[in-house]
């Protein structure tokens, strides 16, 4: 048996929020396979049982979205600035 289903077989434990230490909930699993790599991917999404809890981190995950966002925005911007000067040079 190869090492890597070896591997892929590990049993499931229940994870802890590590914040509070509460149990999290699964709520979403899905399994895809990406360009490029030959073994599929799980990506699963917890939420925290501690309510309290899992809205700070809403809030926290809300927050860095808008930092990403206003960071695009922000280099989309001065890509688009760079072609204009590239433009007006040419
Ligand atoms: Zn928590």
Redesign the pocket.
Known sequence: MENGIIHLLKPQLTPK?S????PLILVSETTELKEGSRFPQTTTKYR?S?EP??EE?DKQTAKRMKILQDKAVADQKRLEAKQEKKKQNA
């Open positions: 929020c914040q509070c230490g509460s925290c501690n809890c899992q981190k």
